[in-house]
């Protein structure tokens, strides 16, 4: 886009502090398991990206980024159409930032920045308007920490078992004993060890993929009523409720940085 290339490798070597590359991607576009030499900020206008690294999964939604440290693996998938706007950032210009992933907010000014990035040329002219641009930018990258969608990735092929069918059924009543059936060990086992490899309650975990996959579902335009009955919820005044109190926000305002109206208490269905 922009007359420039799309290609990550062609960002890596650039002689400048600051990369910029815009892609349009549809709905469901995977990029695999890669990693570069430079940090990188992921941002979206629109849809949601989930992030996979070795850490875990990350939701982003159109209002937040996902930061990627320097020579980090990880992979990507599009939910909902994507228009990514990605900046590629030499390490020892990014010595401020966080040395771990992290989901970051995008405020107004910051996301302006982003998009005039992308519409520079790659050898942009670091004495003039260009070069002020992106010193403001890399100023203002200044990360705020947000709730984010984490599923931390359980390195125990028994527990990554459970995991990956907590996923494939977010609709499914997880109690403790249903959990430790499908895992083959005791309650009692399951309620120690999990929590010692996830660093999450079994409860917590699957609220946490309930709503990962409730993002995903939301950014490909689904209504609220029908992700609610898809994640467990029995109405969707329950689903909202949930939602706003993990994320800060409710289903709709997630994806458009809308303020909060406050909540009112609301019974849902356990894990």
């Given at each position: 886009?922009?007359?420039?290339?799309?290609?990550?490798?062609?960002?890596?070597?650039?002689?400048?502090?600051?990369?910029?590359?815009?892609?349009?991607?549809?709905?469901?576009?995977?990029?695999?398991?890669?990693?570069?030499?430079?940090?990188?900020?992921?941002?979206?206008?629109?849809?949601?990206?989930?992030?996979?690294?070795?850490h875990?999964?990350?939701?982003?939604?159109?209002?937040?980024?996902?930061?990627?440290?320097?020579?980090?693996?990880?992979?990507?998938?599009?939910?909902?159409?994507v228009?990514?706007?990605?900046?590629?950032?030499?390490?020892?210009?990014?010595?401020?930032?966080?040395?771990?992933?992290?989901?970051?907010?995008?405020?107004?000014?910051?996301?302006?920045?982003?998009?005039?990035?992308?519409?520079?040329?790659?050898?942009y002219?670091?004495?003039?308007?260009?070069?002020?641009?992106?010193?403001?930018?890399?100023?203002?990258?200044?990360?705020?920490?947000?709730?984010?969608?984490?599923?931390?990735?359980?390195?125990?092929?028994?527990?990554?078992?459970?995991?990956?069918?907590?996923?494939?059924?977010?609709?499914?009543?997880?109690?403790?004993?249903?959990?430790?059936?499908?895992?083959?060990?005791?309650?009692?086992?399951?309620?120690?060890?999990?929590?010692?490899?996830?660093?999450?309650?079994?409860?917590?975990?699957?609220?946490?993929a309930r709503?990962?996959?409730?993002?995903?579902l939301?950014?490909r335009?689904?209504?609220?009523?029908?992700?609610?009955?898809?994640?467990?919820?029995?109405?969707?005044s329950?689903?909202?409720?949930?939602?706003?109190?993990?994320?800060?926000?409710?289903?709709?305002?997630?994806?458009?940085?809308?303020p909060?109206?406050?909540?009112?208490?609301?019974?849902?269905?356990?894990?």
């Open positions: 886009m922009y007359g420039k290339s799309e290609n990550r490798d062609d960002y890596q070597d650039v002689p400048r502090p600051v990369a910029a590359m815009a892609r349009n991607l549809p709905d469901g576009h995977h990029i695999p398991a890669h990693r570069h030499r430079r940090a990188q900020l992921i941002y979206g206008t629109s849809g949601a990206i989930t992030v996979v690294t070795g875990g999964t990350w939701v982003v939604p159109a209002t937040r980024g996902a930061w990627l440290p320097a020579g980090l693996t990880h992979a990507m998938t599009c939910a909902g159409a228009a990514m706007r990605t900046l590629y950032i030499e390490p020892a210009a990014a010595g401020h930032l966080p040395a771990h992933p992290a989901v970051v907010s995008v405020p107004p000014l910051l996301r302006e920045l982003i998009d005039e990035a992308t519409r520079l040329p790659v050898e002219d670091t004495e003039g308007r260009d070069g002020k641009v992106m010193e403001l930018l890399l100023s203002d990258l200044t990360p705020h920490p947000v709730p984010a969608l984490h599923l931390p990735t359980p390195e125990d092929p028994q527990l990554a078992g459970l995991c990956a069918a907590i996923r494939h059924e977010p609709a499914t009543r997880w109690t403790a004993t249903r959990a430790a059936a499908r895992a083959h060990m005791s309650t009692r086992s399951l309620q120690r060890r999990f929590p010692e490899a996830t660093g999450m309650s079994l409860a917590h975990w699957v609220r946490q709503l990962v996959h409730a993002v995903t939301l950014a335009g689904e209504p609220v009523t029908a992700v609610a009955g898809a994640v467990g919820y029995a109405t969707p329950a689903f909202t409720a949930m939602f706003r109190h993990a994320l800060g926000a409710t289903p709709t305002g997630y994806f458009t940085g809308a909060e109206r406050p909540a009112t208490p609301e019974s849902r269905t356990g894990p």
